[in-house]
C-alpha cells in the first residue's frame, strides 16, 4: 500500500499502529535487504514474529499441535497439524499454505501456528500446514507440485492422520493462495477434485491486475509486486500458472475467497469468484471492511481482524461439516458475518 493510503483516513488506528511498527522494526533488520535468500528469510520470520507477539492472539488452550513429513513433488516436506484436543476419529481436513509471496514464509512463524491453531479450534476442521519449496531456486511448477503430492499423501494416510478422506481441501494465504487455486485446477484436471478451497487475499493473476493495484500502489511498488510473480513464475504461461487466467474453471472445487476492501489484490480476487460463479463453481465472496492485505493477523489488537476471522471459521465450518449448498451470492456486504 502507497504512502499516501497508509496515511489517509480510512484506515484503522490498529491498522495504522501495526504499520508504524513494522518500519520501526524494519529498521533494525538490515538483512531484509539482503542478496542472500537465507539471510532475507531469517529477517523476514524475525520480523514477522515481533509483529505476531504484539498484534496476534496467542494459540488458544484446546489444540493439539504437531509437526509431520508428507510427501513433496520431489521429496519429504515438513508440515504441522492443528486438531482440536477433544475431537475423535477422523476429521475434515485441509491442507493450509503460507503467504510470503513466493518466496519466502514457514509454517514455522509464529503468526501460522497462531492463526492456524485459533481456526482449527473454532471450524473443528483440522489443518496441515506445508512447508513448501520457495522461489526462486524452486519457481513454479514445484511449489504446486508439492501441494499435489501432499493431498495425495494425506489422502493415502487418512487413517493413520485421522482425515476424512471424503472431506479433505485445501487452502492458502496470499502467495499460498495462489499455489492452492492452481491445486485446485490441477486436481480437477486429475480427475480427483478436492472437497473445498479457501482463498484468503488472493493473487488470482500473475500479472498487474484491476483499478486496485494503481489505486493503492505507487509505481515502484507494481514492480516490486511484478517482479515477485515473476521469480515464482519463471516464464511459464500465465495460463498455466496464474489462476484467473487458466482457460477453464468449471468442475472446480467449492470455493471460499476472502479478499480486503484496501488489498492491491482485491480487483483480482474479485474477478475470480466471477469467473468461478460464471463456470457455475459455488462460491462465497467476504470482503473485510477497512482491511489491508495482512491486517486479518491482528487479531490480538483489533475488532476488525476478530470480525474477519469469525467469518473465516463460520464459512469454513460450513463448508466442511454442512451438505453441499447452491452458489453461494458471490457477494456479501464488506465485512458482515455470514
Keep these: ?57 496467542p494459540v488458544p488452550a484446546g489444540v493439539e499441535i504437531d509437526d509431520l513429513i508428507v510427501a513433496g513433488g520431489a521429496g519429504p516436506l515438513r508440515a504441522r497439524r492443528y486438531r482440536p484436543a477433544s475431537a475423535i476419529g477422523t476429521l475434515p481436513t485441509m491442507l493450509w499454505l503460507h503467504g510470503g509471496g513466493w518466496t519466502g514464509g514457514t509454517i514455522d512463524e509464529l503468526l501460522n501456528d497462531r492463526l492456524c491453531a485459533d481456526r482449527a479450534l473454532r471450524s473443528r476442521v483440522q489443518i496441515i500446514a506445508l512447508e513448501y519449496r520457495l522461489a526462486p531456486e524452486h519457481p513454479f511448477p514445484a511449489p ?10 494425506v489422502r493415502e494416510r487418512a487413517v493413520e492422520l ?3 478422506a471424503d472431506r479433505l481441501g485445501i487452502g492458502g494465504n496470499s502467495a499460498g493462495a495462489t499455489i492452492a487455486a492452481t491445486t485446485a485446477l490441477r486436481q480437477r484436471d486429475a480427475g480427483a477434485p478436492l472437497h473445498h478451497q479457501t482463498l484468503e487475499v488472493l493473487p488470482a493473476a500473475l500479472r498487474l491486475f484491476g483499478a486496485s493495484m ?76 477497512g482491511h ?13 481482524a476478530q470480525e474477519w476471522r469469525d467469518v473465516f471459521v463460520a464459512e469454513l465450518a460450513h463448508a466442511y461439516h454442512a451438505p453441499a449448498r447452491p452458489n453461494a451470492d458471490p457477494v456479501t456486504a464488506a465485512g458482515a458475518r455470514p
Design 214 to 289: 494503481h489505486r493503492y500502489l505507487g509505481a515502484a511498488e507494481r514492480e516490486g509486486v511484478e517482479h515477485l510473480a515473476d521469480l515464482y513464475r519463471a516464464g511459464a504461461p500465465l495460463t498455466e500458472a496464474s489462476p484467473l487466467d487458466a482457460p477453464d474453471h468449471h468442475g472446480l472445487a467449492p470455493a471460499l475467497i476472502l479478499a480486503a476492501e484496501f488489498d492491491p489484490l482485491k480487483d483480482g480476487a474479485v474477478a475470480y469468484a466471477e469467473a468461478l460463479r460464471e463456470a457455475g463453481v459455488p462460491v462465497a465472496l467476504r470482503i473485510g471492511s
Design 162 to 164: 485421522a482425515v476424512d
Design 292 to 304: 489491508d492485505h495482512a491486517s486479518p493477523g491482528l487479531t490480538g489488537r483489533w475488532e476488525g
Design 1 to 57: 500500500m502507497s504512502d499516501q493510503e497508509q496515511s489517509g483516513p480510512l484506515l484503522s488506528p490498529e491498522i495504522r499502529e501495526w504499520i508504524r511498527r513494522i518500519r520501526e522494526l524494519s529498521a533494525t533488520l538490515p538483512d531484509l535487504e539482503s542478496r542472500d535468500m537465507g539471510a532475507r528469510r531469517r529477517a523476514q520470520r524475525e520480523l514477522s514474529d515481533l509483529l505476531a507477539v504484539e498484534f496476534t492472539a
Design 144 to 153: 504446486v507440485d508439492d501441494a499435489v503430492a501432499a493431498v495425495a499423501n
